[in-house]
């Protein structure tokens, strides 16, 4: 089992910036590939950026290309969300996940989830 802890959210006005960080601990070894989500309030949970163990691949949502970005520190099995540009529309409760196998913009690809964090951008 993989545990996966977010950390980092909270309020801020648009334009400004946050970092998000997911810890994870157990079994570590079996990570392919991270994934960060958001789901607002009333929607469906949607894909944000995704990134593989050794950094090579990366995928972002088109919402948020050029604004945000994806990376991992293996040593410290954290994976981080810089979001910069922020806007109302990015408003959501963020999640961590982590896939054994391979990684891309669909739920259903990760085997590990954190509990989120909450991101609040005001206007």
């Known amino acids: 089992q993989v545990q996966l802890v977010e950390s980092g959210g909270g309020l801020v006005q648009a334009g400004g910036s946050l970092r998000l960080s997911c810890a994870a601990s157990?079994?570590?070894?079996?990570?392919?590939?991270w994934g960060w989500f958001r789901q607002a309030p009333g929607k469906e949970r949607e894909f944000v950026a995704c990134i593989s163990w050794n950094g090579v691949t990366t995928n972002y949502a088109e919402s948020v290309k050029g604004r945000f970005t994806i990376s991992r520190d293996n040593a410290k099995n954290t994976v981080y969300l810089q979001m910069t540009s922020l806007r109302p529309e990015d408003t959501a409760v963020y999640f961590c996940?982590?896939?054994?196998?391979?990684?891309?913009?669909?739920?259903?690809?990760?085997?590990?989830w954190g509990q989120g964090t909450q991101v609040t951008v005001s206007s």
């Open positions: 996940a982590a896939a054994s196998t391979y990684i891309g913009g669909s739920p259903a690809q990760y085997n590990y």
């Open positions: 157990g079994r570590t070894g079996s990570i392919y590939g």
